[in-house]
């Protein structure tokens, strides 16, 4: 069965973006986003924040990272921690994301993430042999959530070639009020600029792969009721604001690569060999 008529197929590779409203039903976003609150309440403060005060903050806070690809980890907001580490508000809205493996350890985002037209939009879009390689959950919590800055998700999920497909979907209403996200059309058609990595002494790297700006010029807002799937192009320029309303507004991606395209060892997120990548 088809998914993708021809109209969004030619809207893809002129803009790199899609925005498939009602895409998934309200009743499965329903599910996740409870999970999620589940994720939020059992997070235990106390513990969890020591993590990020100590003498050695940025190695441990490197190490955590570093170390989510397949697990499933908590990551403050930026303002959420005072600067004795004391948390300034409630912790369901001090998280900025959870990941990096939800989708292969929470039956729950299981499902959600393998609902078949899900795989099949991947299929028409030209990956002949999927593997589902990060999910998280931004919660862009009302007043303090953080601004995304503009980037390409290539850069952080690089494969040699380019294959990375993002897939976005609103678990509760984006608007430009609450930081939704934005995107220039056509921008994919430009170079990737940069590419994140493991440093050879420990912690992470950027590589200038070319020099040419990332222009934000023409950037369009990708407002995005409850079941909104929002597809992206691994190059694609894309960015969202800071959430300073009291609106939640809480999404859930996912990313795809072919895994007939080389994934380097030097590549930030790694999998342990229990956790092979799995399709759809
Ligand atoms: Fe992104």
Known sequence: MTVLDAGRLAAWHRDGF????????????????????RYLDGIDADTHRSVFTTEEQTRTSDDYFLGSGDTVRFFWEDEA???????????????????????????DFDAFS????????????????????????ICKPPGIGGEVTPHQ????????????????????????????????????????????????GGGTAFDLLDPTPLSTDG?????????????????????????????????????????????PADNWLQRGPAMPLRGF
């Open 81 to 107: 921690l005072d600067d004795t580490g004391r948390l300034t508000r409630p912790v369901r809205h001090a998280v900025n994301k959870i990941g990096h493996a939800l989708h292969d350890l929470d039956p």
């Open 114 to 137: 393998r609902q078949p037209p899900v795989g099949t939009v991947v299929e028409e879009l030209g990956i002949a042999s999927p593997g589902l390689l990060q999910s998280m959950v």
């Open 153 to 200: 998700d290539a850069t952080f999920l690089w494969t040699d070639p380019v294959t990375v497909i993002g897939l976005w979907f609103a678990l509760e209403d984006a608007t430009v009020d609450n930081g939704c996200l934005w995107a220039v059309p056509g921008g994919h058609r430009g170079p990737l600029r940069q590419r994140f990595r493991r440093a050879d």
């Open 219 to 263: 950037a369009v807002p990708l407002e995005a009721g409850v079941g909104t799937m929002v597809v992206l192009h691994g190059r694609s320029p894309h960015f969202s604001a800071a959430n300073r309303s009291t609106a939640s507004r809480i999404a859930y991606s996912l990313h795809v690569i072919d895994t007939n395209a080389h994934y």
């Open 18 to 37: 899609l925005v498939l409203p009602d895409f998934v039903s309200r009743e499965s976003c329903a599910r996740v986003l409870d999970a999620t609150h």
